[in-house]
């Protein structure tokens, strides 16, 4: 790259495109991979985690690296596309030193790593982490953190300041209670399922870290989105207060899923911690049989009287924390509102609440033509009910004419999927052949090139 060598806040790089020379778009940055050098010598920083569309996550050198500018990556369209995996020396620069409690070796007070940044040698394609973005004092770090590029220091208490890699010292040693606050700040805006993702990749340790740092609802949100193993493994390092709280904060379909493979004495004990009413929600879906549309159905679908109008409906729908499955239709029964309600007399899709004026009787435009599901109905038929159908969501009926709730499509392919599916990869595309990435001996283990 021509003229000065840039310098790169690395919180700034996460998410960042990253597209071949052709301008098609290979993947998002997801972390860099550092070398950490003996004496004071700044580390290498060898290349990125690039995550491609697929959710494979592959090694990008930066002697593969042509440009970084205008907020994306450019690189030589020649991609490694083995699956990466860390090596014992090097470090993942968001995942692992972010957060990171120092010692400034002048004064030797502790300051906290809020960011890092890495700049290019001159004449060559390598870089290095040159300067590190830190906080004085020991205390949390927990709040919005005014990162460097985006103009400075931070809001709150604890003087900032910006020092050279070799002023600091503790980088090398195995940290304890490291905090994981900056590192989420460079992954706020992901979706539920790629932080998911994120934290599936991080050691255990910072997997636990980064649990304790996200707020209820949000790890709520992100447990949902794990394979069942990372579950349980996080819910366990919870304390029991903290665990229940989450378990009322997640889909109570999701939450019975959770508990069930909990043994049988955690299981009680959180149950009893949460409140009431969400553990009878809960209680009552771990009665049935998991693969059945009683253990699929979330018991919180949007319930009207049918007395309610188009716009009590609609204001129903608009509620940002339902799922577009749930948010796509309203189940009209007589009183109780709660499931189980009262006899359930239909249901009326959103694209019918369109298309009626706003003071329509939601009881006058009844879609009853389908039968609801049994909760004893078995996945394959939920499934083919909603296949026939065209169905992104499914009312669910009791003998006595009662909704229990409603199961979402989301919901029958998570169950009809393999129990590994979050991490299964999608066919690579024809575009893609292989080149491999080089050990340190220099032996090649596979060459693919795009284009």
Not at 1 to 10: H, T, Y
Not at 198 to 210: M, N
Not at 416 to 429: A, G, V
Request: hydrophobic share 40%.
């Amino acid at each position: 790259m021509a003229g000065a060598a840039p310098r790169i806040f690395v919180s700034h790089l996460a998410g960042m495109a990253v597209f071949d020379p052709n301008g098609d778009l290979v993947g998002r940055v997801r972390d860099l991979v550092a070398m950490l050098r003996m004496g004071r010598r700044p580390p290498r920083v060898l290349g990125l985690v690039v995550e491609l569309p697929t959710r494979r996550r592959i090694f990008l050198p930066m002697t593969r690296v042509t440009g970084i500018e205008s907020g994306q990556v450019i690189s030589t369209g020649v991609l490694n596309v083995r699956r990466f995996e860390q090596r014992p020396t090097e470090r993942l620069v968001l995942g692992e030193l972010l957060d990171r409690r120092l010692r400034l070796l002048d004064t030797d007070e502790e300051v906290t790593v809020l960011d890092v940044s890495v700049t290019q040698l001159p004449a060559r394609r390598e870089w290095e982490i040159d300067r590190v973005f830190v906080r004085k004092g020991a205390g949390s770090t927990r709040g919005r953190v005014s990162l460097p590029w985006k103009g400075g220091g931070g809001r709150r208490s604890g003087e900032t300041l910006t020092v050279e890699w070799s002023a600091l010292t503790g980088f090398s040693l195995e940290e304890v209670g490291q905090g994981a606050e900056n590192l989420l700040a460079t992954f706020e805006q992901l979706r539920p399922a790629d932080l998911a993702n994120v934290l599936h990749h991080l050691s255990a340790k910072r997997r636990a870290e980064v649990a304790t740092a996200l707020d209820d609802d949000r790890l709520a949100d992100v447990l949902e989105e794990l394979p069942e193993d990372d579950q349980v493994e996080i819910i366990g390092e919870l304390q029991d207060e903290r665990a229940a709280d989450v378990l009322e904060a997640m889909d109570p379909d999701d939450a019975a899923d959770l508990l069930g493979e909990l043994p049988e004495s955690d299981k009680e004990r959180l149950l009893t911690l949460m409140r009431p009413s969400d553990a009878a929600d809960v209680r009552r879906l771990m009665a049935y049989e998991e693969r059945t549309a009683g253990g699929l159905m979330t018991t919180e679908p949007i319930v009207l009287r049918p007395d309610a109008t188009v716009a009590d409906a609609l204001a129903r729908v608009r509620n940002a924390d339902l799922s577009p499955a749930l948010a796509a239709q309203v189940y009209v029964c007589r009183p109780p509102d709660e499931t189980p309600t009262g006899k359930y007399l239909g249901t009326v899709h959103f694209q019918r609440l369109l298309r009626d004026p706003p003071y329509t009787l939601v009881g006058s435009m009844l879609d009853d033509d389908l039968l609801p599901l049994s909760p004893d109905a078995r996945l394959p038929e939920v499934a083919g009910f909603f296949a026939a159908y065209d169905m992104v969501a499914a009312p669910v009926v009791d003998d006595g004419g009662s909704l229990l709730g409603a199961v979402t499509v989301d919901d029958v392919l998570d169950h009809m999927l393999p129990d590994d599916w979050r991490e299964t990869e999608y066919q690579l595309s024809d575009e893609v052949n292989v080149e491999p990435r080089t050990g340190a001996a220099g032996s090649a283990q596979g060459v693919v090139r795009r284009g």
